[in-house]
C-alpha cells in the first residue's frame, strides 16, 4: 500500500486560506468515506481536524473544512492563524481493511 | 476521561525485539480497535496495523507482516505491539491510537524505540 500523496509544504499569511491535497486511489480515497486529517505539532501526539471526509470534532474550530473529489480529498483552513503552524495528514481506510497516511504537509504561517 | 498510556522509551540493538505497551482507560476496552502508528525521527506517520480487543483479531500493514505481533490482555485493558528483528530503520516513536472510528479518536503519549549497536 503507497502513501497518499500530500504536498511537503503550504504557506500562507495570517487571515488567508489554504488547501492541502490528498491523492490516492479508487481502493482508498476514493471508494470509501473513511478519510480523516490530522495535525501535529512538534513532540506531540497527531490532533484529529476532519473525520470521515468533511466532518469537524467538537471543539475543532469551524475554519477547518473537508472535501473530496474523486480520489483525492481536500483540507481547507480559512482565516489562518500563528497557531495553524504545524504539520497536516490525512489518512484513508483502504480496500484492504488496512489504514494509509499521507506523506505530511507542514504549514507555515508566514 | 479516555487515556492511553504507553510503556516507557526501550532501547534495543540490532536484531533484538521490543514489546511496548498501551493500557487504555474511561472507556470500555473491547468497543474500539487500537492501531499502531509509527514515526521516525523528521518522518511522518506510518500505520503498523490494528487489533480488534473483543476478538484478538489483527490486520497488519504488508510492510510488517512476519515481524509484528499484536496482542491484548482484556482482564488489563492493555494492548501490546512486539516488533522483532530490530533494524537501525525502526528507530521511531511508537503510538498506540483508537483512531478511524469517528469522534471516538485518542492517542497514546508515544514510545521512542531506539535501535543502535
Known amino acids: 500500500q503507497s502513501a497518499l500523496t500530500q504536498p511537503a509544504s503550504v504557506s500562507g499569511s495570517p487571515g488567508q486560506s489554504i488547501t492541502i491535497s490528498c491523492t490516492g486511489t479508487?481502493?482508498?480515497?476514493?471508494?470509501?468515506?473513511?478519510v480523516y486529517w490530522y495535525q501535529q505539532h512538534p513532540g506531540k501526539a497527531p490532533k484529529l481536524m476532519i473525520y470521515?471526509?468533511?466532518n469537524r470534532p467538537s471543539g475543532v474550530p469551524d475554519r477547518f473544512s473537508g472535501s473530496k473529489s474523486g480520489n483525492t480529498a481536500s483540507l481547507t483552513i480559512s482565516g489562518l492563524q500563528a497557531e495553524d503552524e504545524a504539520d497536516y495528514y490525512c489518512s484513508s481506510y483502504t480496500s484492504s481493511s488496512t489504514w494509509v497516511f499521507g506523506g505530511g504537509t507542514k504549514l507555515t504561517v508566514l | 476521561q479516555v487515556q492511553l498510556v504507553q510503556s516507557g522509551a526501550e532501547e534495543r540493538k540490532p536484531g533484538a525485539s521490543v514489546r511496548v505497551s498501551c493500557k487504555a482507560s474511561g472507556y470500555t476496552f473491547r468497543d474500539y480497535y487500537i492501531h499502531w502508528v509509527r514515526q521516525a525521527p523528521g518522518q511522518g506517520l506510518e500505520w503498523m496495523g490494528w487489533i480488534n480487543p473483543n476478538s484478538g483479531g489483527t490486520k497488519y500493514a504488508q510492510k510488517f507482516q512476519g515481524r509484528v505481533t499484536m496482542t491484548r490482555d482484556t482482564s488489563l485493558s492493555t494492548a501490546y505491539m512486539e516488533l522483532s528483528r530490530l533494524r537501525s530503520d525502526d528507530t521511531a516513536v511508537y503510538y498506540c491510537?483508537?483512531?478511524?472510528?469517528?469522534?471516538?479518536?485518542?492517542w497514546g503519549q508515544g514510545t521512542l524505540v531506539t535501535v543502535s549497536s
Open positions: 491510537a483508537t483512531m478511524g472510528a469517528a469522534t471516538v479518536d485518542y
Open positions: 470521515e471526509v468533511s
Open positions: 479508487s481502493s482508498d480515497v476514493g471508494g470509501f468515506n473513511y
